[in-house]
T-cell receptor, first 113, second 110 residues
Framework: NAGVTQTPKFQVLKTGQSMTLQCAQD?????MSWYRQDPGMGLRLIHY???????DQGEVPNGYNVSRSTTEDFPLRLLSAAPSQTSVYFC????????????FGQGTRLTVV | GQQLNQSPQSMFIQEGEDVSMNCTSS?????WLWYKQDPGEGPVLLIA?????ELTSNGRLTAQFGITRKDSFLNISASIPSDVGIYFC??????????FGKGTRLHILP
């Protein structure tokens, strides 16, 4: 019973590099989302998807792209990493748009130098 | 945009004490959620509240959805060492957007 799986758990990037954070869920949830967590800032929504083929922007989308080609996977792409993107990233999934029964992954700790 | 003010930011308590934390906003929310995050882990849902005035318990945890729909509190009774962590409130507004508070970090003194 994997739930929400995020990879990698840790990553260091140089400024300007690109990378993809992976998120997969095995619960057949329609709704998936990406958050970033910064000290003293709580969780802020980056992008979300209400189903395969549908994505939308959250509160802090700049510098990130997403796609949802399957129900299971929701990768987050950093196009050109910046130090301001140093953060812990969480992927979450739930049956519907609300987070009432959301399951979070363990997080990816990203450092951009 | 909408903001949630969560307080206190951190708490240091003795094992066995009761804990109370709250979230307030100038905006109305339709759902209030309380999460706990352990170090190195993602948040885990503790309690979800769907109606103004609702009082819900989950073991030693009790949470209430404020009558004005602009606030919520979480109480933990008889704290134990495994209660240590960061507690987040989150509100869902009428546009289905989820806003998170900045968290309350709970420390338990030996």
């Amino acid at each position: 019973n994997a739930g929400v799986t995020q990879t990698p758990k840790f990553q260091v990037l140089k400024t300007g590099q690109s990378m993809t954070l992976q998120c997969a869920q095995d619960m057949n949830h329609e709704y998936m989302s990406w958050y970033r967590q910064d000290p003293g800032m709580g969780l802020r929504l980056i992008h979300y998807s209400v189903g395969a083929g549908i994505t939308d922007q959250g509160e802090v989308p700049n510098g990130y792209n997403v796609s949802r080609s399957t129900t299971e996977d929701f990768p987050l792409r950093l196009l050109s990493a910046a130090p301001s993107q140093t953060s812990v990233y969480f992927c979450a999934s739930s049956e519907d748009r609300g987070l009432t029964e959301a399951f979070f992954g363990q997080g990816t700790r990203l450092t951009v130098v | 945009g909408q903001q949630l003010n969560q307080s206190p930011q951190s708490m240091f308590i003795q094992e066995g004490e009761d804990v109370s934390m709250n979230c307030t906003s100038s905006s109305i929310f339709n759902t209030w959620l309380w999460y706990k995050q352990d170090p190195g882990e993602g948040p885990v849902l503790l309690i979800a509240l769907y109606k103004a005035g609702e009082l819900t318990s989950n073991g030693r945890l009790t949470a209430q959805f404020g009558i004005t729909r602009k606030d919520s509190f979480l109480n933990i009774s008889a704290s134990i060492p495994s209660d240590v962590g960061i507690y987040f409130c989150a509100g869902q507004n009428r546009d289905d957007k989820i806003i998170f508070g900045k968290g309350t970090r709970l420390h338990i003194l030996p």
